[in-house]
């Protein structure tokens, strides 16, 4: 048993469990027709089934009734604001399952020949008596549950406000937490403005983007295997994740602890983050960094130029062929660059832990910090 938790915490560190679930999730989701060919060879099509919704869930909670089983995760998860988001990791697996579950049998019946389940249920409810009547129960149900929760479990209410006391680690609230990580990479300006603004105009612009009117109205994963595929790594990988990270591991003084380690307020880790032209300079070419401040980060400039000059240029010649047929060069241009710029959080989330890369382009003297 020891041994098995010393694995799931070794592999719990970032820079191996990040990668891991890149890759996993690239197999899961496919969002080529190759790698949907190899999913459906290898069979994990299945987990989109009855069997593989048993299985998921099986996996799931096995994996937590083993942990609770271990003081420092039970420790952790069963703290009253930590509860919640154990829900959240049910509900999403649940949801997940569910809506995959309708896609493929949709996928199936497409393939058949068949209509999409959906254009074949033409039976019409009426609003009233029969939808207020189950948002009525619902109601009710919700509220007594509410209820119930809010005496079983404790309020996670400390004293009050003390600014010469701060707890260690202080985290945002739950909702908070994936911006909260972001933090650490980026400076606050970047992680607190620019992002969350880069996401709601690439929301906002998916309508107008998007023409593909497969999938309108119906469930379906291999039609539009492509937007799935690229709106679940951002909801899943770079939301859901985060949040999973900042509330279970990540401990105090901002550390990373494994889920059965216990959170030592001493540990201490010994890591010396540079930035890239400190990289570059003083460790490549064995010198001191130039005080031109332009000369200084040109090594970043000029990554940051390839990273958004080329990015588009490759993909339309690869991944987005169809896509840049589909859209045309503006429209084109316009979803790639968003898309890298979305691209770049995880990016420079592994440059930090796996080579403790602390900037691209640092720029203290006018707080642009990249």
Not at 22 to 46: D, G, H, M, Q
Not at 278 to 298: A, D, G, Q
């Amino acid at each position: 048993m020891d041994q098995i938790k010393h694995f799931i915490n070794v592999i719990s560190n970032p820079q191996i469990l990040f990668p891991i679930i890149v890759v996993i999730f690239f197999f899961i989701f496919p969002p080529t027709s190759r790698l949907l060919a190899l999913n459906k060879k290898l069979k994990i099509y299945n987990l989109w089934t009855k069997r593989g919704g048993i299985f998921l869930f099986s996996l799931l909670l096995l994996f937590f009734l083993f942990g609770l089983t271990d003081a420092n995760f039970r420790s952790i998860v069963s703290k009253a604001d930590n509860v919640p988001i154990v829900g959240l990791i049910f509900l999403t697996v649940f949801f997940l399952w569910f809506s995959m579950k309708q896609a493929t049998e949709n996928d199936r019946r497409i393939a058949e020949g068949k209509p999409p389940k959906e254009a074949e249920n033409k039976e019409k409810v009426l609003v009233w008596p029969d939808l207020v009547y189950i948002e009525f129960i619902a109601l009710i149900v919700c509220s007594a549950f509410l209820i119930i929760w809010s005496v079983v479990l404790q309020a996670p209410l400390e004293e009050p406000a003390n600014p010469t006391v701060s707890p260690n680690p202080s985290k945002a609230p739950w909702y908070f937490l994936g911006l909260q990580e972001m933090l650490v990479y980026f400076d606050p300006w970047l992680a607190g403005v620019v992002f969350p603004t880069v996401i709601i105009i690439g929301m906002m612009a998916i309508p107008f983007l998007d023409q593909n009117k497969k999938g309108s109205g119906y469930f379906s994963f291999e039609e539009r295997k492509m937007a799935i595929s690229i709106f679940l790594f951002f909801w899943l990988v770079l939301w859901v994740f985060l949040i999973i990270v900042g509330t279970f591991l990540r401990g105090p003084n901002w550390n990373f602890f494994g889920p059965f380690e216990y959170w030592d307020i001493h540990k201490l880790a010994a890591l010396t983050n540079i930035n890239l032209s400190e990289l570059i300079y003083m460790i490549w070419f064995k010198t001191s960094l130039p005080k031109n401040i332009l000369l200084r980060e040109l090594g970043g400039f000029l990554a940051l130029i390839l990273y958004f000059g080329l990015g588009p240029l490759i993909l339309a010649k690869t991944f987005f062929k169809n896509l840049y047929a589909q859209l045309g060069t503006l429209k084109y241009t316009f979803f790639t660059v968003l898309l890298l710029m979305a691209a770049g959080l995880p990016i420079k989330m592994f440059l930090r832990w796996a080579f403790n890369i602390k900037y691209i382009v640092a720029i203290p003297e006018f707080f642009f910090n990249i």
